[in-house]
């Protein structure tokens, strides 16, 4: 996104990533958000995939594929994901808690392949709503 670290699109992202959070329940400590190149955020969900219960499950969000969940493995291709929810970048925290409730429960919400979510533009003046939000 290539946006100002103080920008209302990069604190318009903050917020928006600790409202999804806290619904989810999970406290600060546990995520992160970050602009740049690419704009990114990072969930840890405190639940595990059923069929998959020997490895934490992540949350994440970019700007070019939006919300994903995926499991947390360390390989050299990064994170398996499970699904992605798409096709918006920036659905409501309640609409993302309700595809983490259905992910961790073993259902297939969302999508198996990444979607795009569109102008960058566009998508840092939806982000910079939050900031009034």
């Known amino acids: ?3 100002a670290p103080d920008s209302e699109a990069a604190l318009g992202l903050g917020r928006y990533v600790a409202a999804v959070a806290r619904l ?12 740049g190149d690419l704009a990114s955020a990072y969930i840890a969900l405190p639940t595990r995939h ?17 919300w994903s ?8 291709d990064g ?3 499970l ?12 609409r993302v808690r309700h595809f983490v409730d259905e992910v961790v429960v073993g259902n297939c919400p969302g999508q198996p392949n990444p979607p795009h979510c569109g102008s960058r533009k566009r998508l840092a003046d939806r982000l910079a709503k939050f900031v009034t939000a």
């Open 1 to 3: 996104m290539n946006v």
């Open 24 to 35: 989810l329940g999970v406290p600060s400590d546990a995520m992160y958000h970050e602009v």
């Open 50 to 66: 059923p069929l998959f219960a020997e490895f934490d499950l992540m949350l994440v969000w970019d700007e070019r594929h939006g």
């Open 69 to 76: 969940v995926g499991l947390e493995i360390d390989t050299l």
């Open 79 to 81: 994170p398996v994901i």
């Open 83 to 94: 699904s992605y929810l798409g096709p918006d970048p920036l659905p409501t925290p309640g």
